[in-house]
Nanobody
């Protein structure tokens, strides 16, 4: 099994910054894509940013220019640097990883437990 543990959420004023981290552990053979999603109350979960193992990155339009995703493949860790935060960024942020536990098995999606980010106006 693969476990994802997020950290770094909290309460911040509009215009402030937070840095989220997500470390994957367990029986990991390899990880392809890693990403961050968020879900606000009453809304569907949405992609915030994703990064491939090779470093190709995709951002939601709403966070381009403000958020930066990065990863450390040696540590199986993905980060999300969030700057110029807005009240509409308030949500539970979830880490995801497309991973497999053996060299011949399929890749599966794994999720963290989520971390709350609250931006006050």
């Amino acid at each position: 099994q693969v476990q994802l543990v997020e950290s770094g959420g909290g309460l911040v004023q509009a215009g402030g910054s937070l840095r989220l981290s997500c470390a994957a552990s367990g029986s990991i053979f390899s990880i392809n894509d890693m990403g961050w999603y968020r879900q606000a109350p009453g809304k569907q979960r949405e992609l915030v940013a994703a990064i491939t193992r090779g470093g190709r990155i995709n951002y939601a339009d709403s966070v381009k220019g403000r958020f930066t995703i990065s990863r450390d493949n040696a540590k199986n860790t993905v980060y999300l640097q969030m700057n110029s935060l807005k009240p509409e960024d308030t949500a539970v942020y979830y880490c995801s990883a497309d991973a497999r536990t053996t060299g011949w098995g399929p890749f599966s999606d794994y999720w963290g437990q989520g971390t709350q980010v609250t931006v006050s106006s």
